[in-house]
């Protein structure tokens, strides 16, 4: 079973605030996600990265940004924050992708 | 149409009882389909996947693929209160996995 850490759990934040939601990993996965989970709906994918300097982009349209400079690290950041970015925000990683481990969470709420 | 559908429910039963969640889906290309857990204000836990076809057992959990059909199952024996939570399932293809809304499930003491 994977460590995987989001912080913060909770945040609160005016329209137009930079915000940048954490993810660490303790199991030395090559593969990290961050998927966006609004109530009653599916998960989808908006970042992912097989390893360090690779990133992707997901189906799901996204107005943030991720880098993964360490393998361990997966930080996903808001540039500038919106209403429309109200949501759950979900951190795995994989060693083999299809095997994906998650963090408990970060619940945003822009006002 | 989406790839994969899920009853969100709720599925609501007495405990001990068998319970039966499923999901349907389009793709004949999906290989692995996994199931979750999530718990209120939780991430998924991933419970068991199969590979293709067939089933899987795993303690009071069996999962059960019929790729003729396009159907999956998740069968759980003796459920409890604590099995009460959102049953995900999700189904790998090339590079990502592709998720149903989920059924939330209730079992009554």
């Known amino acids: 079973e994977a460590d995987i850490y989001q912080t913060p759990r909770y945040l609160v934040i005016g329209t137009g605030k930079k915000i940048t939601l954490e993810c660490s990993q303790t199991?030395?996965?090559?593969?990290m996600y961050w998927y966006q989970q609004d109530p009653g709906m599916e998960l989808h994918l908006i970042h992912y990265s097989y390893g360090v300097n690779s990133t992707e982009k997901g189906d799901l349209s996204s107005e943030s940004t991720v880098s993964r400079i360490r393998t361990e690290h997966f930080p996903l950041t808001l540039e500038s924050a919106r209403p429309s970015h109200t949501s759950q925000y979900l951190c795995?990683?994989?060693?083999?992708?299809?095997?994906?481990?998650f963090g408990p969470g970060t619940r945003l709420t822009v006002t | 149409q989406k790839e994969v559908e899920q009853d969100p429910g709720p599925l609501s039963v007495p405990e001990g009882a068998i319970v039966s969640l499923n999901c349907t889906y389009s793709n004949s290309a999906f290989q692995y389909f996994m199931w979750y857990r999530q718990y209120s204000r939780k991430g998924p836990e991933l419970l068991m996947y199969?590979?293709s076809s067939g089933n899987k057992e795993d303690g009071r959990f069996t999962a059960q693929v019929d790729k003729s059909s396009k159907y999956i199952s998740l069968f759980i024996r003796d459920s409890q209160p604590s099995d009460s939570a959102t049953y995900l399932c999700?189904?790998?293809?090339?590079?990502?996995?592709?998720w149903g809304a989920g059924t939330k499930l209730i079992i009554k003491p």
């Open positions: 199991m030395g996965h090559d593969k």
């Open positions: 999700a189904m790998w293809s090339n590079y990502q996995l592709i």
């Open positions: 795995a990683s994989s060693r083999t992708g299809y095997e994906q481990y």
């Open positions: 199969t590979y």
